[in-house]
C-alpha cells in the first residue's frame, strides 16, 4: 500500500501540476478519486491515456460541474477524504460551490490543496501562464544558458512539477499532519513561483555573498566552469563532467593522462577557457563508450549524457529498477523509497468508465447513498451528450 495508504483524496482535473501531485501521493499510496470532465478540456497536450502517465493510480469518475446535483456529489465525497486537489485559476471553484468554504464546512478537517502559476493573489494572479513564465520571473531561467546565449528555457520539470506539484505534495501532507494534531484543515496555495523561488535559496545566497554572478555562463554550476560541463565524444555523443572538489579533479585529471598541475587552471577563473580547451581536445579525441569504461566507476564524477531510451539500459538505474515497465511502458518507478512500507508497482492510467463507478464509489459512499449516485451520473452523463449533439 505504500507509507500514505489511508489517505483519501478527490482530485478536480487539471493539467501539470495538479495531477503531478495526485500521482506522487498516489503511488506512495493514498487513494485517489480522480473527478474527470465529461468532455475533453481541450488544455494540455492531448495523447492517449495510457500514455499520460501522471494519471496512473487513480479511480476517475466523470461528472458535470455545471450540475448543481453533481458538486453536491462532490461536496458528498469531500466529507469522505482527507485532501481534495485543485489546479483551477483563482476563484473558478469558489464560482462551482466547491471553494474552501464550501467543502470545509462539509469536512473541518479538510486539507485544501490548490496550485496555480502565479499564486492566489496578487497582480498576475487572475491572469494565464505556463510554466516558462513562472520561471521566467523567479530569476531562475535567467540563470540557466551559455555564455553569449539566450536564456534556455528548461523542461517543465523546473515549474510545473517541482515547483508546483511537488510543493503541493510538500505543503499537503504537512497540513495532513497539522490536521491530525488539531482537528483543523486549512487551505494550501502553492504559488510555482514560490515553489521555484524556494529552490533558488542557495543562489539567492551565493549571490549576496559574492560568490554568484548574474552573467549565464559565468558560474560553477551553469556551464561557466569548465570541471562542471559536458563535453562532445568522437562518437557525437556526450559525456559530463563534474569533479567540482580538487581531490576529484585530480582522479579525473589522472584518469585521462594530464598532468596533477592541470589544478592551477582549475583553480584560477581567468584561466578556465584554457582548461576547457584542453578537456574538449581530449574528450573528442574518443569515443563516449571508451570514456564511460575508463571513468565510470570511479570518482572523477562523471556520467555518459542518455537519452530516455538508453536511461532504461543504464546499470545503475537496472539496478535500482529505476524504470520500470507497466501495461507495455517505460516509465519512472514510484519515488523515494521505503524500507517497509513499500509502495505497489503503478496502476496504468484509465479513461473513466461507468462500468467501473459502482465498485469505484462503494470505496466512498455509505451503501444507502450509492444508487442515487449512480443515477445521478448516469442523467448527468446522458444531458451533457444531448447537449452536445
Known amino acids: 500500500m505504500g507509507p500514505l ?22 503511488d506512495l499510496g493514498a487513494s485517489v478519486l480522480r473527478i474527470d470532465r465529461l468532455e475533453p478540456s481541450g488544455l494540455g497536450v492531448e495523447r492517449p491515456i495510457e500514455f499520460n502517465l501522471i494519471m496512473r493510480n487513480r479511480d476517475t469518475v466523470a461528472l458535470d460541474l455545471k450540475s448543481k446535483r453533481s458538486i453536491e456529489l462532490v461536496l458528498r ?47 498576475l494572479s487572475k491572469y494565464a501562464g505556463h510554466d516558462l513564465n513562472y ?49 483543523k484543515g486549512q487551505v494550501v496555495d502553492a504559488g510555482i513561483v514560490d515553489g521555484v523561488a524556494s529552490m533558488m535559496t542557495q543562489f539567492f545566497g551565493m549571490k549576496a555573498v559574492g560568490l554568484w554572478t548574474e552573467r549565464r555562463g559565468d558560474n560553477i554550476l551553469d556551464s561557466g566552469a569548465p570541471f562542471y560541463d559536458v563535453y562532445r565524444c568522437a562518437d557525437d ?29 582549475k583553480k584560477d577563473k581567468r584561466r578556465w577557457g584554457e582548461l576547457r580547451t584542453v578537456l574538449a581536445d581530449i574528450f573528442v579525441k574518443k569515443s563516449s563508450q571508451h570514456w564511460r569504461n575508463l571513468l565510470e566507476n570511479t570518482d572523477a564524477c562523471f556520467a555518459p549524457v542518455l537519452t530516455m531510451e538508453e536511461a532504461a539500459s543504464h546499470p545503475q538505474l537496472k539496478a535500482r529498477k529505476t524504470l520500470i515497465e507497466v501495461a507495455g511502458v517505460v516509465q519512472p518507478a514510484p519515488a523515494p ?34 444508487a442515487p449516485a449512480l443515477e445521478l451520473i448516469a442523467a448527468s452523463s446522458k444531458g451533457v451528450l444531448q447537449a452536445a449533439r
Open 337 to 370: 523509497r521505503f524500507s517497509r512500507s513499500v509502495p505497489d508497482i503503478p496502476r496504468p492510467p484509465r479513461a473513466h468508465d461507468p462500468k467501473d463507478y459502482e465498485e469505484i464509489l462503494s470505496r466512498w459512499l455509505p451503501r444507502e447513498e450509492l
Open 135 to 183: 520561471v521566467a520571473i523567479t530569476g531562475a531561467l535567467a540563470a540557466m544558458g551559455r555564455a553569449g546565449a539566450p536564456p534556455t528555457p528548461p523542461l517543465n520539470v523546473v515549474g510545473d512539477f517541482a515547483g508546483g506539484g511537488l510543493f503541493l505534495a510538500f505543503g499537503i501532507l504537512a497540513a495532513v499532519i497539522e490536521a491530525r494534531r488539531s482537528g
Open 237 to 265: 555523443q556526450f559525456i559530463s563532467v563534474a569533479p567540482i572538489e580538487d581531490k576529484f579533479f585530480l582522479e579525473l585529471v589522472q584518469l585521462i593522462d594530464l598532468p596533477a598541475s592541470t589544478i592551477e587552471l
Open 5 to 26: 495508504g489511508g489517505l483519501k483524496i478527490v482530485e478536480l482535473a487539471g493539467i501539470g501540476p495538479a495531477p503531478m501531485c495526485g500521482m506522487l501521493l498516489a
Open 77 to 123: 465525497l469531500v466529507q469522505q477524504s482527507d485532501v481534495l486537489i485543485e489546479g483551477f485559476r483563482p476563484g473558478v471553484t469558489e464560482r462551482l460551490g466547491l471553494g474552501p468554504t464550501e467543502c470545509m464546512e462539509r469536512n473541518p478537517a479538510l486539507v485544501y490543496g490548490r496550485v496555480t502559476g502565479w499564486g492566489q493573489d496578487g497582480p
